[in-house]
Every structure is written in structure tokens, then in C-alpha cells.
């Protein structure tokens, strides 16, 4: 027996896909950083990591949009529908309510514009995909600052292993654009090269 | 070129291939996350902390059979636990138990209320 009854199901349903939602954006995250480096993940071809870094995030999206609409749902907290895309309009913990919204707004944009790759052109949609690494840390102060649940126990070793995953891939996927070769140096190299070959 | 052809046909069952491990591993990560948001909610702070108040209240209503108040009030709590879990949430993981329970806690007082009024 828990305390899950009808009434209180919209809420627990709300609290529980925004945690499974964050790790959610956690592994696209991390998963797009290895798309990034052309990393490759054991038993799946390199395709296939582009593959699951989409597919997760629009599971991510359906887990988003559960979690949206159960919080308005349910009857416990009054955030009203704007409140969802427009920062700061809730009256409930508006600040922490806020922060998700600016969160989804973001998202909306790096889904449009995925989905619209082929006609904004390459070079807009890898500016505007930057915004991935301000919608995740938004996301996760949201996370925090709205509820209790990631602050204690055993969610809170969960935030903290979503952190030092991002993290990490943030810091490899900077480290080896450090160490990388210039690409104006490489392609003097190729071309060297393959003048020495003629 | 039938070299070719075999070399042809072994790519595109490997990207066959490919394509299914990535059809499961998708699978697998949406029946992963269903689970885990099952499991996430029923071990939820507040869902552990209302199974005890729920349990309490259980015993309550036992002890006092005064069931027909007690769903009646049941129904007018829900403002009260509204501003409950508003002023409640609003306080640090201490409290998250009580943010968390308290819309089945406070319609758990709000069945004793009654019975007393």
C-alpha cells in the first residue's frame, strides 16, 4: 500500500518522468558529445550512435511532455498553461518553475530545428544545437530547485552520477579539441602528402 | 564483379544488422524508462511516508468507523492540502517527505477533522 491514490497520482506520475526525463537529456547529452567525436559505442555500428542520440531524445520529448502535462494536470500545484513556455508565469515556485520552462523552450528550438535541418542549413543548426549545453544544466537546476526529490537519498547520487556524466564527456570532448590538429594544418598536411605521392 | 556484389551484400546485412541492435537498444531504453518511472514513483519519499500515514489512518478509521464524514471531508481537503503542498514543497529535502505526503496526509487529517467536528 503507498500513498499513490487517484488523487495523488498526477503528482507522483509528474515528479517521477521528470527524473527518468533527466536522465533521459543526461544520455542524449552525453550520446551527442560522442556523436560529436565520432565515437563509437560496443555492438553498435557509428550510425547507429546518431541513431540512439535521436530516438532518446524523442523519447526524452514523450517523457517531457507526460511530465508537462501531468504537472498542469494535477490539482495539488496550480501552474497554469503559459507557465509551461513562458519563464516565470507560474505562481507556483516561479523561479524554479521558470528555469523548466526556459529549459523546454530551448528544447523546442533544438528540435525544430533538427527537425528542419535540411532547410536552415548545416552551419545554423550546429550554432544553434549549442544551446544543448544550456538546456541541460537549466533543466537540472529546474530539477533541484522545484522539488525536494533530487536533494536526498538515493536520487541524489543519480544527480550526481547525471553530473559527473556530463561532466566528463563536456571535459573529453574539450580536451580533444585541444589536442586536436588545427584543420588548416591537416589539410596541409593531406595535400602534402599526396603531392608527395604523384 | 561478383566480388563487388558480395562485398555489397555483406553491407547492407551488416547495416540490416546494425539497424535492428539499434530498433532494441531504443526498445530497451523505452521499456527501461517506463520501469524506471514506474519504480521512481512508488519509491518516491513521499509515497514511503503517505504509505505510513495511510497505514495510520487505516488504523484510525478502524478503530473509529466514521466513514461517511471522513469521505466527505476527504473531498473539501483538496484545497487545504493544495496550500499544504505549496508551503511544504517550498522547504529543503528535510521536508520533501512531508511536501510529498502531504496530499494524502492532509486528507488523511482532513477524515479526522471531521470526525471530530
Known amino acids: 500500500m503507498t500513498g499513490i491514490t487517484s488523487t495523488t497520482a498526477l503528482w507522483y506520475a509528474s515528479r517521477a ?20 567525436q565520432q565515437g563509437r559505442l560496443p555492438g553498435l555500428p557509428r550510425f547507429a550512435v546518431t541513431g540512439l542520440h535521436r530516438n532518446l531524445s524523442l523519447l ?7 511530465h508537462v502535462a501531468t504537472a498542469i494536470a494535477d490539482p495539488y500545484v496550480t501552474i497554469g498553461l503559459a507557465a509551461v513556455v513562458v519563464p516565470l508565469a507560474s505562481p507556483y515556485r516561479s523561479l524554479w518553475i521558470g528555469l523548466g520552462a526556459v529549459s523546454l523552450d530551448l528544447m523546442l528550438v533544438l528540435i525544430a530545428t533538427s527537425l528542419a535541418r535540411a532547410h536552415i542549413g548545416r552551419r545554423a543548426w550546429r550554432g544553434l544545437h549549442w544551446l544543448a549545453y544550456a538546456c541541460w544544466p537549466v533543466a537540472l537546476a529546474h530539477s533541484i530547485g522545484s522539488s525536494g526529490d533530487l536533494r536526498a537519498g538515493p536520487l541524489l547520487a543519480l544527480t550526481a552520477a547525471c553530473t559527473l556524466a556530463v561532466a566528463g564527456a563536456v571535459t573529453w570532448r574539450v580536451v580533444r579539441a585541444v589536442r586536436a590538429t588545427p ?16 | 564483379m561478383s566480388r563487388h556484389a558480395d562485398d555489397t551484400r555483406r553491407a547492407v546485412a551488416e547495416r540490416d544488422r546494425g539497424h535492428a541492435r539499434l530498433r532494441a ?13 514506474g519504480a521512481v514513483a512508488f519509491a518516491l519519499p513521499g509515497a514511503q511516508h503517505a504509505a505510513s500515514a495511510n497505514s495510520a489512518s487505516a488504523t484510525a478509521a478502524a478503530s473509529a468507523p466514521a466513514s461517511g464524514g471522513s469521505a466527505a471531508s476527504t473531498g473539501s481537503s483538496s484545497s487545504a492540502s493544495k ?35
Not at chain 1, 521528470?18 to 560529436?36: E, F, M, P, S
Not at chain 1, 526524452?60 to 507526460?66: K, P, Q, R, T
Not at chain 1, 588548416?184 to 608527395?196: I, K
Open chain 1, 17 to 36: 518522468t521528470g527524473i527518468v526525463c533527466l536522465v533521459l537529456l543526461t544520455a542524449v547529452l552525453v550520446l551527442g558529445i560522442l556523436v560529436n
Open chain 1, 60 to 66: 526524452a520529448v514523450g517523457f517531457l511532455a507526460v
Open chain 1, 183 to 198: 584543420r588548416a594544418r591537416r589539410v596541409a598536411v593531406v595535400l602534402s602528402a599526396q603531392a608527395g605521392a604523384r
Open chain 2, 25 to 37: 537498444v531504443t526498445a530497451a531504453a523505452g521499456v527501461t524508462s517506463l520501469v524506471a518511472a
Open chain 2, 83 to 117: 496550500s499544504t503542498a505549496k508551503s511544504s514543497t517550498t522547504k529543503s529535502s528535510g521536508s520533501l517527505s512531508k511536501a510529498a505526503s502531504s496530499p494524502t496526509a492532509s486528507s488523511g487529517s482532513g477524515s479526522v477533522t471531521s470526525g471530530g467536528s
